[in-house]
């Protein structure tokens, strides 16, 4: 009955259908599914020469993620899952230490390297002169920096294509609470801004469009802890940027006074 029911001898049809029509019904999902590969190609070719473009984001401004305003971030990020530095040039914290230095000379490298010029956004702009971002000050040498009992963060906003802000982007760094503003016993930032205890980004190193050699300017922030194994809550803040921005982070000098070998 199985046999009979696969292939009928008399009638010369398998599962019901004859051979002509096993070919008719074969040609016509070919044909289908063929029409279809067309349709939904040409549909996806239509979507990524159109509507998304290598060159430019689809959202830009309000629309965009970050609402046309970049936010505030800093590195090095030894641990991407905390904001907390534990820093000192001890054997004790030797492993940490070789990490940082490696990670603020690779940072101070790539940028004094940089030899990167602005284009402008339109014609007979001055927003796009020519610029080349260095960093200086005390922070270009991370090893004397942590000798001193300090540290050496470098600040930058996020790349938001086409963002232009209006003046220079002014940033300021302190204790967040009245015990943490006590236990810093210096700090500075560079480039300095109009303010005192300020830094700024300048607006000349600004529009981002996506150049391939375009890198994020930073203002390099350099503070020094009076207080060993306490931990400092700082906070730096950006007005120009999202009504009132504020990065947190953690600092604490470790206590040993042995210096590691570097």
């Known amino acids: 009955l199985i046999q009979m029911g696969l292939y009928d001898k008399e009638s010369k049809t398998f599962l019901g259908r004859t051979g002509k029509s096993w070919g008719l019904i074969g040609v016509f999902y070919i044909i289908y599914y063929c029409l279809l590969v067309c349709f939904w190609g040409g549909m996806l070719s239509i979507f990524l020469y159109t509507v998304i473009r290598n060159d430019v984001p689809r959202l830009l401004g309000k629309q965009a993620i970050l609402g046309g305003t970049p936010g505030l971030s800093f590195k090095p990020r030894l641990d991407i899952n905390t904001n907390f530095f534990n820093f000192s040039y001890s054997y004790k914290n030797e492993g940490q230490t070789k990490e940082y230095l490696k990670e603020a ?41 942590l000798k001193d009992d300090s540290i050496c963060i470098f ?108």
Not at 107 to 115: A, D, W
Not at 158 to 176: A, F, H, L, M, Q
Not at 219 to 225: D, E, S, Y
Request: aromatic fraction near 8%; glycine fraction near 6%.
């Open 155 to 262: 600040l930058k906003i996020n790349k938001v294509y086409g963002y232009i802000p209006k003046k220079d982007v002014t940033v300021k760094c302190e204790g967040r609470n009245i015990v943490d503003k006590e236990a810093i016993k210096s700090l500075e930032l560079t480039p300095r801004g109009a303010e005192e205890g300020t830094g700024k980004f300048s607006r000349w190193q600004y529009p981002y469009i996506r150049n391939p050699e375009y890198i994020n300017p930073l203002v390099a922030l350099k503070v020094k802890i009076d207080r060993p194994g306490v931990i400092v809550m700082m906070q730096c803040t950006v007005t120009q940027l999202l009504e009132h921005y504020v990065l947190l982070f953690d600092l604490m000098r470790d206590g040993s006074t042995e210096h590691c070998r570097q």
């Open 105 to 145: 000379k690779k940072i101070i490298e790539t940028h004094n390297n940089n030899n990167f010029s602005l284009i402008p956004a339109k014609p007979n702009e001055e927003v796009g002169t020519p610029f080349t971002d260095f960093i200086t000050g005390k922070c270009a040498h991370p090893k004397s920096v």
